[in-house]
């Protein structure tokens, strides 16, 4: 039987009230549709809740900025907590993606933890959908990849969990969005994942690779997002710049450059459990590569990234 998003919301906010109740909820509001979709569901429900911004310094360009005004047009009461450089020091020295994932995921629950003991919440709602704990693994399943809001949360977190759209699939959560109300730069918004930059910087994660892959992801986005608008080609379900760890032999001018290389990835899917990579038409890719190699002095080399998920994942890491 087809998803139904009208039967859907009733349902899901009757649960949400009968689990939190009159009990104060934390959510994290990162911007993306998930935890948007999860926030609105616990305000029509009557939740007495508080929406909370962490920056952990591996957010897109102007992600802050956007959250917040987002927030506003909504109602949502969003609190602001900037903890860019606990984040990034966290990380220094590591390079697996398992750990850069559980290291970032508990540091982000702990960051709630500290919200809600000075507001007084007991539950933490989470815009958890069903890839999230699939590919997290657990029951018999393999872990693809740890999701921060999955396997990354610390066994004494200490709050209740809310997971409203938890066996909802992402194509379903835009339908929610969508029939909730919700403005189109919300309910269609690309994926983004928990960690953030941080998983698209292939290996060790430093100020100076967040500043490069930033400013790559804020191309790709843009060039992209314009090329559909125009007609040029299909708008990608999910598109990005992902930093390599190695540098590459390049000329500039007379001289020799050793810079880095970006890989750019635009990939079709439905939920995410499979995709297929998108087909950028030639001069599209070359406006990215110009852009980049031009506007990003540390760069020297771009590459797209032509593999469909499996046997790859979306995400580099």
Known sequence: MPFNPEKFIPSAEAEIRSLVGKQKAIIALSGGVDSFVAATLCAKAGVNLQAVFV???????????????????EGINLRMVDAQRIFIDSLKGVEEPEKKRKIV??????????????????????????????????L????????HNVAG?????????????????????????RTLGLPSYIYERQPFPGPGLSVRIVGEVSEEK?????????????????ASAEGKMEKPWQYFAALLPSKTVGVKGDERSYKYTIVVRAVKSLDGMTANFSHVPPEVL???????????REVGRVVYDITNKPPSTIELE
């Not at 920056?55 to 047009?73: I, L, S």
């Not at 540091?107 to 815009?127: N, Y």
């Not at 610390?154 to 835009?174: A, F, M, T």
């Open 55 to 73: 920056d952990t310094g591996f957010m897109r360009k102007g992600e802050a900025e956007k959250v917040k005004a987002a927030a506003e047009t």
């Open 105 to 138: 995921g508990e540091l982000f629950v702990r960051a709630f933890e500290k919200e809600a003991k000075s507001s007084g919440a007991t539950f933490l709602v989470q815009g958890t959908i069903a890839p999230d704990w699939i590919e997290s693994g657990g």
């Open 140 to 147: 018999g399943r393999d872990t693809i990849k740890s999701h």
């Open 153 to 177: 949360l610390p066994k004494d977190i200490g709050l209740k969990l809310c997971e409203p759209i938890r066996e909802l699939y992402k194509h379903e959560v835009r339908m929610v969005g």
């Open 210 to 226: 967040l500043n490069i892959v930033r400013e790559a992801c804020d191309i790709v986005e843009h060039e992209l997002e314009k």
């Open 286 to 296: 070359q406006t990215i590569s110009t852009r980049m190699c031009n506007e990003i």
